[in-house]
């Protein structure tokens, strides 16, 4: 079992910039696939970003040029770089993470863009 601990969320002007952090407690090397998700009132989860072991990325085409995922594998932790941010980017943001053997999710960290 993958424990993964988000932080960095909060409220913020739209056109501002936030910077996620999930840290995971195990060594993140080992593990196949992490991603951020995100979740709006009465909308299903959707994928916002996602970073393979060799660092293959992958972006929502909302998010496309506006966010930026990465990994830091000496402190088991991977981040989501938020710029130019929307009213619609508003959600509840949960770090995932995937291995041959298991799937695990964060408790999840508000993101609230004001207009």
């Known amino acids: 079992q993958v424990q993964l601990v988000e932080s960095g969320g909060g409220l913020v002007q739209a056109g501002g910039s936030l910077r996620l952090s999930c840290a995971a407690s195990i060594s993140i090397s080992s593990i196949y696939v992490m991603a951020w998700y995100r979740q709006a009132p009465g909308k299903q989860r959707e994928l916002v970003a996602s970073i393979t072991q060799d660092g293959s990325t992958n972006y929502a085409d909302s998010v496309k040029g506006r966010f930026t995922i990465s990994r830091d594998n000496a402190k088991n932790t991977i981040y989501l770089q938020m710029n130019t941010l929307k009213p619609d980017d508003t959600a509840v943001y949960y770090c995932?993470?995937?291995?041959?053997?298991?799937?695990?999710w964060g408790q999840g960290t508000q993101v609230t863009v004001s207009s």
């Open positions: 995932y993470s995937r291995r041959v053997s298991s799937t695990n």
